[in-house]
């Protein structure tokens, strides 16, 4: 890798920090939805995959530093993943100890960061021998991911129940575009229709407001009143092993572990199951917080790496429910990158293996630093002035530009079709991974029939 490739990971990785740490901390803002559109643009404009990857890794990093800020300070998720978080959070907050509550998080992201990327390698040359093997029986695997994601979503019957449904809604606006010749017939609508996937709960909200007896129920809520305790400002370089004892590094080192390992499962199903097995014997409430919370936080951190890195490293197609959400784009962002032609084939694992090294290392030192020593500060900037209203509809304009590119004017109302009907399949409790997976599967899945 010559000095050129080096400095441009460098700006890259730095860019992704700064970007989603700012954006981390901004309440609601979902993983999927603000890291999957700027990595597909990514894609298409043309960036060095060595460069998108650093920026990827980067900001998944930083991202999952930063979203314990807004649950500590005021109890409101940063993302998906820091859901789970919020009621040990609340503990720690009404005992006056919010500061207290962001410090473990973040240094069990860290100790999560450091553990899932070597094993994450490790784990993927175990699996390598077997890739085309497995790649050969991928519509079949992802299929049987669709059900098994079913099994675990809220609602089990629903999300079985239209995974053939569903599979005919995509494949049939394909065949519509491609029966009006819209696009060749050797290329296939995706980007737009994962996008649509991506924030149909947003726009299916919208929509519901179009009707006047729906807008009339809403309650009126008012000006939110957050109250943001200023923490002890730390001195000089913080240092995870210090912020956590003894007890909490092992756990946290070993929820990463099985977070690692268990990469194909629900991220969110095994952070409150860890943090639950864990903390559930401890009496005193907050030891018993601080120690679910940098656990849980480290199972997020490994999960989402070991969920990327090991489809990525051993078989190039994205079989876990991170490989099918945030990091789509480094598997599949037609015409640039395809399953038989992504970051997989482009770089070698060596190379993988250094490109995540310089983005992770480069969000630790920036975000880890930046989080433990102005964490207040930065949280009441992006709480007065910085909207989450004006984050969804910039990543929402992006998904329109997207899916103009995609198939022309047409497929941004397909886009909007795919988006309305999977708001309401989330909205009754079907799980975002059997929407990916589906989408993933249904080619395979309607050529069953033919």
């Known amino acids: 890798m010559d000095p050129t490739i080096i400095m441009q990971l460098v700006i890259a990785s730095a860019l992704g920090a700064v970007l989603y740490t700012i954006i981390g901390i901004a309440p609601g803002t979902d993983e999927t939805a603000v890291l999957a559109p700027v990595t597909i643009a990514l894609v298409l404009l043309g960036f060095s995959p060595y460069v998108i990857l650093a920026f990827f890794i980067s900001a998944i990093v930083a991202k999952k530093l930063t979203d314990s800020i807004p649950v500590a300070v005021a109890g409101i998720p940063g993302g998906v993943m820091s859901a789970p978080m919020v009621e040990h959070s609340m503990v720690l907050k009404e005992k006056g100890l919010p500061d207290l509550s962001i410090k473990k998080m973040s240094s069990g992201s860290v100790i999560g960061t450091l553990i899932a990327i070597p094993l994450s390698f490790l784990v993927a040359s175990l699996i390598l021998p077997y890739a085309d093997k497995i790649s050969s029986y991928a519509g079949l695997i992802f299929f049987l991911g669709a059900v098994f994601l079913a099994l675990m979503s809220r609602n089990k019957l629903l999300s079985l129940a239209i995974i053939v449904p569903f599979g005919i809604l995509i494949q049939g606006l394909r065949h519509l575009y491609w029966g009006l010749e819209i696009v060749p017939g050797d290329v296939t609508v995706f980007v737009s229709f994962f996008l649509g996937i991506t924030i149909g709960p947003i726009i299916f909200s919208l929509f519901e407001l179009l009707n006047k007896n729906h807008r009339l129920n809403l309650p009126f809520l008012g000006q939110k009143e957050i109250t943001i305790r200023k923490g002890q ?88 429910p991170m490989a099918i959400g945030p990091a789509a784009g480094l598997f599949n962002a037609p015409p640039v990158f395809t399953p038989e032609n992504n970051i997989h084939h482009l770089l070698s694992p060596t190379e993988i293996i250094m490109v995540t090294v310089i983005g992770a290392a480069i969000a630790l030192i920036i975000t880890y630093y930046v989080i433990i020593r102005y964490a ?4 009441g900037f992006v709480f007065k002035y910085i909207p989450h209203e004006a984050l969804i509809g910039l990543f929402a304009g992006l998904v329109v530009m997207l899916a103009f590119m995609d198939a022309g004017l047409i497929n941004i109302f397909g886009t909007l079709l795919i988006a309305l009907v999977s708001g309401l399949l989330y909205r009754h409790g079907v799980n975002y991974g059997v929407m990916f997976m589906i989408l993933y599967a249904a080619p395979w899945l309607l050529g069953l029939f033919g």
């Open 376 to 379: 207040s500060q930065i949280c």
């Open 233 to 320: 400002e730390e001195k000089g370089l913080p240092n995870p092993f210090k912020i956590l004892n003894k007890k909490e590094v092992g756990f946290s080192a070993s929820g990463s572990v099985v977070g690692t390992l268990t990469f194909f499962l629900s991220p969110v199903g095994m952070t409150v199951f860890i943090g639950d097995v864990i903390s559930r014997h401890i009496k005193d409430p907050i030891k018993r917080a601080s120690r679910a919370l940098s656990t849980m936080d480290g199972v997020t951190n490994a999960a989402y790496l070991s969920g990327t890195l090991i489809p990525l490293i051993a078989i190039g197609l994205p079989l876990s």
